[in-house]
């Protein structure tokens, strides 16, 4: 069974940072591009991230550049966003998806999420 | 970028009936479309990609349709378990979702 469990959410001031770490299983993790969307409170769905398979390639969306960093361990099967420079539009679940297997850029399963809210 | 953008907002319908959602993308995706199911409180689903392929263990009821930049999802028969919100990705360039309609109860 896929399993994707986020953690590392919570209350973060405007300009810190958090780490959410996803942890995966039932898969072979080292075979699959992974990614981080997330979703404002009552809004909709916002792509963050990729990762590919040996975290040799990155991609972000233009509002978190400079600011997050994804990292993939295939050893820990684990992927990471490390998010710095925090600002109150970046509230939001965060969740930890699945690539499809073909690179597709499309999520075939997802985590549950963890929140992160960022106020003063 | 490309905007996806959902039709209508909210759709109101009663069990057994037909539901029918609209997608538009702001330029042409080919067949790079996804759609996805969320209910309250859980994170989306996979419902159909490449347009109209379902995903593994999605009831037949569920039929997605179109190419470029229209594109249709359909429901045929609503049953109590499909009231949720319904997103559509398109993944032709970086991904992006439409707003979401919601489906619920009439």
């Known amino acids: 069974e896929v399993k994707l469990v986020e953690s590392g959410g919570g209350l973060v001031q405007p300009g810190g940072s958090v780490r959410l770490s996803c942890a995966a299983s039932g898969f072979t993790f080292r075979s699959y591009w992974m990614s981080w969307v997330r979703q404002a409170p009552g809004k909709g769905l916002e792509w963050v991230a990729n990762?590919?398979?040996?975290?040799?390639?990155?991609s972000y969306v233009d509002s978190v550049k400079g600011r997050f960093t994804i990292s993939k361990d295939n050893a820990w099967n684990s992927v990471s966003l490390q998010m710095n420079s925090l600002r109150v539009e970046d509230t939001a679940v965060y969740y930890c998806a699945r690539v499809r297997l073909d690179g597709s850029l499309l999520f075939d399963f997802w985590g549950q999420g963890t929140m992160v809210t960022v106020s003063s | 970028e490309i905007v996806m953008t959902q039709s209508p907002a909210t759709l109101s319908v009663s069990p057994g009936d037909r539901a029918t959602l609209s997608c538009r993308a702001s330029?042409?995706?080919?067949?790079?479309l996804a759609w996805y199911q969320q209910k309250p409180g859980q994170a989306p689903s996979l419902l159909i990609y490449?347009?109209?392929t379902r995903a593994t263990g999605i009831p037949g009821r569920f039929s997605g349709s179109g190419s470029g930049t229209e594109f249709t999802l359909t429901i045929s028969s609503l049953q109590s378990e499909d009231f949720a919100v319904y997103y559509c990705q398109q993944y032709n360039n970086w991904p992006s979702f439409g707003q979401g309609t919601k489906v619920d109860l009439k």
């Open positions: 490449g347009a109209s």
């Open positions: 990762i590919k398979q040996d975290g040799s390639e990155k």
């Open positions: 330029q042409s995706v080919s067949s790079n």
